[in-house]
């Protein structure tokens, strides 16, 4: 494999596009067509509102217990098979969702679709790790979240149109094909070979080894990367949650979920090299600071319109932290053991990810929506807080072991 130096100045991204960028693109599309209307579909089989929000839930929980296993297998069997292991499962998943007539199918499809995706990022994160020069990675690692923010961004209107002719299970199709056509081209592409992240001489470690190990990185940044984590995921339940409380149909929901993300998409240029310039504690803080506040003020919103500015008040805030997580990440992996470590951080991030909806569904039963958005945002505030205040520098706690 011809890996660029971690010192060379003239490394250019574009060098990655066939291999890590485009193919992340794609495999977004399906899951930005999905993502505003798992809420919707679990009421169209069925489900009540508190199931609802926690369908979007279950999504984030597949990806959670999915993490862990996908960074010993990358480890194991490399970055290539463990992509089309990936796209086998979520397009597996696609199908049964499409086709779910009951909230039980619907939720374990979901579920199933979660760890497809655990597993594909767990792949991607370490391939980019491994090729990206150190004074890049912000850049880089942004880049990639730009590109699944490119394809998030498309997915809610190619949805919309495919909602519209076959009705709110046509997101599920969307995501089977794009998923197929993302695999397809990443493993094309002559930059990905099945290589693993524990070089000739190293045995991976186990598990319960790399977290001991790492444990002050895991259980640190890791804290922030939970917290930034539920936050993003709670508003993917809130907001089509509180437009149909409000009477927006899915359509309008798409509309709202793509123009969001179109804001969200054309900060990952600037919030990498803010990244890079200002580290990565202060654009953290910044990014759960917005994505808080985005939810406090969701209950005074009753009109698409006003739903709207909201929509693009939280695509900012996620625009901010454009691959922060992933960065965080990255730049704390050992160089041996790499993709043991990347599932371990991704299990803690992914678990804010599954606890958001979670929280925000228990909310919702205790009390209403608008309550419930309040007491997230005011979690979400204080959070940032904290992190501002108590996070360490990843500096200090990165391993080169």
Partial sequence: MNQPSQGDPAFGLRSLVASLYAPGAMYAVGQGAIIPVIALMARHVGASVPIAGAMVGLRGFGTMIGDVPAGALVARIGDRRAVLAATVVQVTSSVVAATATTTAVLAIAVAVSGFGWAMWGVARLSYATGVLPAGRRGQGIATLGGASRIGTFAGPFVGAVVISAVGVSGAFWVAAVSSTAGCVLMLSATRLPNAVSTPPGHEPASLRTTARTHSKALLGPGAGALLIGALRASRQALLPLWAAHVGIDATGVSVIFGVSSGLDMLLFAPAGWASDRWGRKKIAVVCLAILAAGQLVV??????????????????????????????????????????????????????????????????????????????????????????????????????D
Avoid: E, Q, Y
Avoid at 311 to 321: P, S, Y
Avoid at 331 to 342: E, G, I, K, S, V
Avoid at 376 to 388: F, H, K, P, S
């Fill in 299 to 400: 209950p005074v919103t009753h009109s698409f319109d006003a739903l709207l500015a909201v929509g693009l008040l939280l695509g900012f805030g996620n625009g901010v932290g454009s691959g922060i997580v992933m960065t965080m990440g990255a730049d704390l992996a050992p160089r041996h053991n790499r993709a043991a470590f990347l599932g371990l951080w991704r299990f803690i991030a992914d678990t804010g990810g599954a606890l958001g909806p979670f929280m925000l569904s228990g909310l919702i039963a205790l009390s209403a929506i608008g309550p419930a958005a309040v007491v997230v945002g005011a979690v979400g505030l204080t959070a940032a807080t904290v992190m501002g205040l108590r996070m360490p520098d990843l500096a200090k706690l990165r391993s080169t």
